[in-house]
């Protein structure tokens, strides 16, 4: 792959119209601020990250997790550009590397646009709906490629869709946003059929043709699409948007904790410390000690790993870049950072796993959100595979109109269902669940 074609301001559905429009802002700018400014952006700020939403103690939810991620991601991209123009010099489209930042920093702020209510948990219940539940009974109707993606629901794979899908009402191409954009948001760039046991992929087969669309427009490497099944390699900034992610959600999850009191000041400031060389871990404990607040000394720490884990790598994309390109590089960038910094994280990580994500209010999201999500999916899909019956009638009546409940085929229905759902807030869906279960109705006297 090369940079001159893997940085393309080509917009997805608009390429006969592309132009290099005039002002101070790129087009990835524009990328930015559309996604700033759009309806389902706004919507993450209700949408759970691993904790309950906010009572008294404010902590991450969709919304302020994907600001933070874009920029972490800017940073780590502006960084790597400054160093890879160094190596490149003389380059025609050396000037191509400065709007890295700028590219990952909307990739960033897109990456979770696609997650249902309820976190993690919400993609898990859509999945096993189909998997274990009464979705099963739908499978011989369905195509094997219509099939995986159902019981193996992932929000990545739908924030492609919801950027790219043309829904009822809107214009050519969705978000028309970007090909290096777009891209940059898929990290496992092949479809369905191929996500064995992780259960991870990029886009549905409805999105398949836009997804090789874009890949071959950028030059990506396809790996077997040849063969019946789609795939490529990752194009290389996904790298840089996954980094941030993964630097993000795993220090911010401790600080969320600590902040709960699920974890102690004590066994996190020793473990935050694991990142820092005795020299630097003396500066940081002096620092500290000019606070009294327990919560301030973590987030001093919080952004003081931030800012090594941006460098490292940043290092580690630039000294891997030849790898990347050619599609041989393995992993993630935060598992070929240096041996400190990496240990360091997967401490950070073993001890999320065990005191973290089985804390009592996460598991009683986890719960809630199966039961909730389950319900509505169940109750909408017999209302769209049955639309003529009174029930249907008056609950499809309350689905977006930008949702094709009436799609000619069942997988266009059963995604017209998911759209609605995925698209929920916790809030909403909570509210309709008790709306539709008679748990909470207005009536006047």
Not at 94 to 115: E, F, K, Q, T, Y
Not at 251 to 274: N, R, W
Request: with cysteine; net charge negative; hydrophobic share 40%.
């Amino acid at each position: 792959m090369t940079w001159d074609r893997l940085v393309s301001d080509k917009r997805f559905g608009l390429e006969h119209y592309h132009d290099s429009k005039p002002g101070v802002r790129s087009d990835f700018q524009r990328d930015f601020d559309r996604l700033v400014f759009s309806s389902p952006f706004r919507r993450l700020q209700n949408k759970t990250q691993v904790f309950p939403l906010p009572g008294s103690i404010f902590v991450h939810n969709r919304l302020t997790h994907s600001l933070e991620v874009a920029c972490v991601g800017r940073s780590l991209a502006t960084e790597t550009a400054i160093t890879l123009k160094k190596r490149h010099a003389g380059a025609e489209w050396i000037g191509r590397l400065d709007s890295l930042g700028d590219i990952v920093a909307a990739g960033c702020l897109a990456h979770d646009l696609g997650n249902p209510p309820f976190g993690h948990s919400g993609e898990k219940a859509i999945a096993t709906y189909f998997s274990e539940g009464a979705g099963r009974s739908l499978h011989d109707r369905l195509t094997d490629a219509q099939w995986n993606d159902l019981i193996h629901f992932e929000g990545n794979a739908n924030t492609f869709r919801l950027l790219t899908h043309r829904f009822n009402g809107r214009r050519e191409g969705g978000f028309a946003m970007t090909y290096s954009t777009l891209a940059s948001i898929v990290k496992y760039p092949f479809e369905s059929s191929l996500a064995g046991e992780h259960g991870k992929f990029g886009f549905f087969d409805s999105e398949r043709e836009s997804f090789i669309r874009v890949a071959d427009g950028l030059g990506m490497l396809p790996i077997c699409k040849d063969s019946g099944h789609v795939m490529y390699a990752r194009h290389p900034l996904v790298y840089l948007v996954e980094a941030a992610d993964d630097i993000c959600y795993e220090i911010m999850d401790i600080e969320d904790a600590h902040k709960l009191q699920i974890l102690s000041t004590e066994e996190v400031i020793p473990l935050l410390l694991g990142y820092f060389d005795e020299s630097r871990q003396s500066h940081i404990k002096k620092v500290m000690g000019y606070v009294d607040d327990p919560n301030e000394k973590i987030a001093y720490l919080r952004s003081s790993i931030i800012g090594i884990l941006v460098e490292q790598c940043a290092r580690t994309f630039v000294e891997h870049e030849e790898e990347i390109l050619a599609g041989r590089f393995k992993g993630a960038l935060i598992d070929h950072i240096p041996i400190r910094e990496r240990e360091a994280y997967r401490q950070c990580e073993a001890l999320s796993w065990n005191k973290i994500y089985c804390a009592g209010d996460v598991v009683e999201i986890e719960l809630a959100g199966t039961r909730i999500i389950s319900f509505l999916i169940d109750e909408l899909i017999k209302a769209v595979t049955n639309p003529g019956l009174n029930y249907s009638s008056l609950l499809l009546a309350k689905v977006p109109r930008q949702y094709e409940t009436d799609s000619p085929s069942l997988y266009g229905k059963i995604q017209a269902v998911l759209d609605h759902i995925s698209g929920m807030t916790d809030v909403y869906a909570l509210d309709l669940y008790r709306r539709l279960n008679g748990m909470s109705l207005k009536i006047n006297n």
